[in-house]
C-alpha cells in the first residue's frame, strides 16, 4: 500500500507542479495535428483515392479540428483565464477573417480549408509555447490569425477530381476573368464567318457516355506508354467554366460553358 500510495502521490505531485508552471498537456495536440497533415497527404500520395477515402481525409480534419478546440478547453492543463481568452480569441479570428474570404472560398471551402488551418494552427501556436506561459497569449492569437490570414489572401477557381484547389492571390485575374475579356474579339471574328447548318445524319457521339451510354469507344487502340509515347494536342480553345460532358458530330463539338451570369 505505501509503494501505491507514492506512486499516486508523485503522480498527483507532478500533475500539480506542472499546473503551477503553466506547462501544457501538449502531446495530444501535436498528435491530432499530425493526423490532419497524414489524412491530407493520402490525397497526393494515392494517384486515384476512391471516394470514401477523400471523404475520410476532408471529414477527418474537420473532425481533428474540433479535438484540437475540445483537447484545449478540457485536457490541455492551461488556466482557465488562458482557456476562456484564447477560445474566445479563436473565435472572433475565424469570424472576422471568415467574412473576409473572397467569395469562391465562402461555403464548402471554410469547411475544407480554411477551418482546419486555422485550427491547426492554434495548435501550432500552443505546442510551441507549451512551457512558456508568459508569452502563449500573443503567440497563438498570432499563430491563429496568420492560419485564418493566409486564406483571405486567396481564391480559388475550381477543383480537380482529388479536391485540390487551383489557388491564385485574390487580387489576380482569373481564368474566367480573362477569357471573358477575350469575349468582344471572339464576337468580332463570328460576325465575320458566314454560319452554314449541317446536318449529320449518323454523329460519332451523339450525348452523354456516347451512342449506347457505355463511355466506350470501340474500334480504337491508344498507346498505354504514354511516357514514350504520349497523346499528342492536335486543337484547342479558350471556353468558360463548365462541368458538362461533349457531344461530337463531324467536324464539330459541342459542350456548355459559363459567361459571366449567362450560360452559352
Known amino acids: ?20 508552471s503553466g506547462m501544457l498537456r501538449w502531446w495530444p495536440a501535436a498528435f491530432l495535428v499530425l493526423v490532419m497533415v497524414v489524412l491530407r497527404s493520402l490525397l497526393f500520395i494515392v494517384e486515384s483515392p476512391p471516394l470514401p477515402m477523400m ?38 479570428v475565424a469570424v472576422v477573417l471568415c467574412g473576409a474570404l473572397h467569395p469562391s472560398l465562402q461555403g464548402m471551402g471554410i469547411m475544407l480549408f480554411v477551418l482546419p488551418t486555422g485550427c491547426a494552427a492554434f495548435a501550432i501556436g ?17 499563430s491563429t490569425f496568420l492560419g485564418f490570414g493566409i486564406w483571405s489572401m486567396l481564391q480559388v477557381q475550381g477543383f480537380d477530381g482529388k479536391f485540390k484547389g487551383d489557388f491564385r492571390w485574390r487580387w489576380q485575374p482569373t481564368d474566367e476573368d480573362e477569357f471573358l475579356a477575350s469575349i468582344s474579339d471572339r464576337k468580332k ?4 464567318t458566314t454560319s452554314t447548318e449541317e446536318v449529320v445524319p449518323d454523329p460519332e457521339w451523339p450525348g452523354f457516355r456516347g451512342k449506347d451510354r457505355t463511355g466506350v469507344v470501340r474500334n480504337i487502340v491508344l498507346s498505354e506508354d504514354w511516357e514514350n509515347d504520349p497523346p499528342k494536342e492536335i486543337w484547342r480553345t479558350a471556353v ?8 461530337i458530330a463531324g467536324d464539330r463539338l459541342f459542350t456548355q460553358e459559363q459567361r459571366g451570369e449567362s450560360e452559352a
Do not use: H, Y
Not at 1 to 20: H, L, Y
Not at 56 to 67: K, N, T
Not at 126 to 140: E, N
Open 126 to 142: 500552443a505546442i510551441l509555447t507549451a512551457s512558456r506561459q508568459g508569452i502563449r497569449k500573443p503567440v497563438v492569437l498570432l
Open 240 to 247: 468558360g467554366p463548365g462541368w458538362s460532358s461533349f457531344s
Open 55 to 92: 471523404l475520410v481525409a476532408f471529414m477527418g480534419s474537420g473532425v481533428c479540428g474540433l479535438l484540437i478546440l475540445l483537447w484545449w478547453l478540457f485536457a490541455s492543463r492551461a488556466t482557465l483565464k488562458e482557456k476562456l481568452v484564447l477560445f474566445a480569441g479563436f473565435l472572433l
Open 189 to 192: 471574328l463570328q460576325e465575320e
Open 1 to 20: 500500500m505505501n509503494d501505491s500510495e507514492d506512486v499516486v502521490g508523485d503522480k498527483t505531485a507532478s500533475e500539480t507542479e506542472s499546473k503551477k
